[in-house]
């Protein structure tokens, strides 16, 4: 009698693409963002739709979590997953909206190779996520976790080269903190990228 009480097995793998695809869709929104070099108020409105569609989908997981006594993975995994990729759009969103304030429209050659690295990295954890349905064949998982820590290791060393070359070149004060905010921030976008794939990995080490 007690399972007729109990909720049954819940496919959270359907909302992770879910998730994990509102993320993809911000990261590619925000390299045509950069790349066009048009910054302002109307960027905006697109990226705060994609981090309130991704934010429904991380409520429905938490809620289906709650409710569901079978889990494919670790509860505390599935918090931890939820919640980076919420922060992987949410800081996309931070990032533009920074942006808009400081008025930095423009091309700017550093920000691209940054958006770059980050749609791939964000399109690594697609693959990465996708990957989880089946645990039989890891290596398209573990590949795809290796490239988001060589992506982020290549921000790391982007990151110094550009701040390197913005203090000894830029002789405005003021620009050099906004770009210097800019330039730290789509770095710890990637590191939040390397944050999902040590979950996923953890998740293939549990499940091994």
């Known amino acids: 009698m007690i399972h007729k009480f109990m909720p049954k097995e819940y ?30 108020e109307s960027v905006l409105q697109r990226i705060r739709d994609l981090e309130h569609f991704g934010d429904d989908v991380a409520h429905a997981i938490i809620d289906q979590l709650n409710k569901t006594f079978i889990t494919p993975f670790d509860r505390e995994d599935i918090y931890a997953l939820v919640k980076e990729l919420d922060d992987v759009v949410d800081m996309i969103n931070t990032i533009l909206g920074r942006m808009v304030i400081y008025k930095l429209s423009g091309v700017n050659d ?18 990465a996520i996708k990957g989880l349905r089946s645990m039989k064949n890891s290596k398209p998982v573990l590949d795809a976790c290796v490239e988001i820590n060589r992506l982020e290791n290549e921000g790391d060393a982007l ?32 590191d939040i990228c390397e944050d999902v794939a040590n979950v996923v990995e953890s998740m293939l080490v549990k499940q091994a």
Not at 176 to 189: N, S
Request: proline letters at 1%; zero cysteines; a negative charge.
């Open 11 to 40: 496919d959270f793998f359907n909302l992770f693409e879910r998730q994990v695809g509102f993320a993809v869709d911000a990261a590619r929104y925000f390299k045509q963002v950069i790349l066009s070099g048009k910054i302002d």
């Open 110 to 127: 550093h920000l691209v190779k940054f958006s770059v690295m980050i749609d791939d990295s964000v399109n690594a954890l697609a693959l």
């Open 159 to 190: 990151r110094n080269k550009v701040l390197a070359e913005l203090f000894e070149k830029e002789k405005d004060p003021i620009m050099v903190i906004k770009l210097k905010e800019i330039y730290q921030d789509a770095e710890t976008l990637l």
